[in-house]
């Protein structure tokens, strides 16, 4: 199967949270990343979180980690219009420096 | 985190023709990376490019048809040879290291 896995769709209404999960195979990976993508534009650097941690918080944003799982989640607080995009994880793998991705959530915002 | 200054933005070839997208980081970097993004669909790596040695290519890529420059630490350049509409993608530049890995805008290719 795919090393990184995300649900395809996600459809939230203004002021909700939002909650993108993303599932990852390799343990040996030491970081692991949320990238955004809008129509037309290249991937913007959301936020990252090492591995040792469980927890990540930057204003709207907080990344969770489950090691033992190997679940990753970000969760966008008080989602607004022009948080509407493609969501991307991705994994640094510890072997060659190389990021894996995850197929990518479409996350729509509705009014 | 480095920002990165990727062209074109976007092309329209013919096919057999080549194409070369070039990508300026700000800062010194060890390693680049090279990335397809075919439509709809999420991002493959090409190769890592690192300075002063041959790119390493990732299985199902080779140099004759993506050859890849690097002549210092602070740019790249990606060929696309010998076109056919089946390249039409987006193909992204990468640098970076544990705490952010940044892209370049990204080149819209098509061809016709």
């Known amino acids: 199967g795919e090393d990184v896995e995300q649900s395809l769709f996600l459809s939230v209404r203004e002021g909700d949270s939002s909650v993108i999960n993303c599932t990852y195979t390799?343990?040996?990976?030491?970081?692991l990343y949320w990238y955004k993508q809008e129509p037309g534009a290249g991937l913007q650097l959301l936020t990252y979180i090492f591995s040792n941690m469980d927890m990540k918080q930057d204003q709207r944003l907080t990344v969770l980690l489950n090691k033992k799982d190997k679940h990753l989640s970000l969760r966008i607080a008080d989602t607004q219009t022009g948080d509407s995009a493609i969501y991307f994880c991705a994994e640094l793998k510890a072997a060659g420096n190389k990021l894996t991705f995850g197929g990518g959530t479409r996350v729509l915002v509705k009014p | 985190s480095a920002v990165i200054s990727q062209k074109p933005s976007r092309d329209i070839c013919q096919r057999g023709t080549s194409l070369t997208i070039q990508c300026q980081v700000d800062s010194q970097v060890t390693m680049m990376f090279w990335y397809r993004q075919q439509p709809g669909q999420s991002l493959t790596l090409i190769a890592t490019a690192n300075q002063g040695s041959e790119a390493t290519y990732e299985s199902g890529f080779v140099i004759d048809k993506f050859p890849i420059s690097r002549p210092n630490l602070t740019f790249s350049t990606l060929t696309v040879s010998n076109m056919s509409p089946e390249d039409s993608s987006i193909y992204l530049c990468?640098?970076?290291?544990?705490?952010?890995?940044?892209f370049g805008s990204g080149t819209r290719l098509t061809v016709v």
């Open positions: 390799d343990s040996s990976s030491t970081y």
């Open positions: 990468s640098a970076g290291q544990g705490g952010g890995y940044t």
